[in-house]
């Protein structure tokens, strides 16, 4: 089995399909490298909660791939991960924007690890910051993941 960052790589040069997830949303990996990934995201109607703005769980759904995606491009073959906590900071009001989120890996472990990412707007403002707490599996634990 390749390594996930072979696999990433493969989806973002378009040579297999995105995770369902971002089918579903609209956002599209933009960069990948290990402990980083770029995630874009178009907001409109679409993703509006029912005042109009942008739904504070597509927020977290893009900042938590691209920090998925971060993590993930840092495991070695037969490795995979899960997370164990997330947390975000909703900065600024969006309603129809060109979104960027950007993860990074702030601290890798042999098992735990802590993410970061933080989502901007066209005019480079930061709409949100999260965080996130993975746990890195190997052997059984990473069967079927």
Same mark, same amino acid.
């Given at each position: 089995m390749p390594r996930m960052l072979d696999r990433i790589q493969m989806m973002l040069r378009d040579e297999s399909p995105p995770p369902p997830i971002a089918t579903l949303i609209g956002f599209k990996l933009t960069s990948i490298e290990p402990g980083q990934a770029v995630?874009?995201?178009?907001?409109?109607?679409?993703?509006?909660?029912?005042?109009?703005?942008l739904n504070g769980g597509v927020l977290?759904?893009?900042?938590?791939?691209?920090?998925g995606?971060?993590?993930a491009?840092? +495991?070695?073959?037969?490795?995979t991960f899960t997370t164990l906590e997330l947390k975000i900071n909703f900065l600024k009001p969006v309603w129809n924007a060109r +979104?960027?989120?950007?993860?990074k890996v702030v601290?890798?472990?042999q098992t735990i690890g802590f993410v970061e990412c933080d989502v901007t707007d066209e005019q480079q403002q930061l709409v949100a910051r999260a965080t996130a707490t993975c746990m890195t599996l190997r052997g059984e634990q990473a069967q079927g993941r």
């Open positions: 995630i874009e995201f178009e907001a409109g109607a679409r993703h509006a909660n029912p005042m109009g703005k977290c759904d893009i900042a938590d791939e691209a920090m995606m971060a993590y491009a840092t +495991l070695d073959e037969g490795e +979104l960027r989120a950007v993860g601290k890798r472990g």
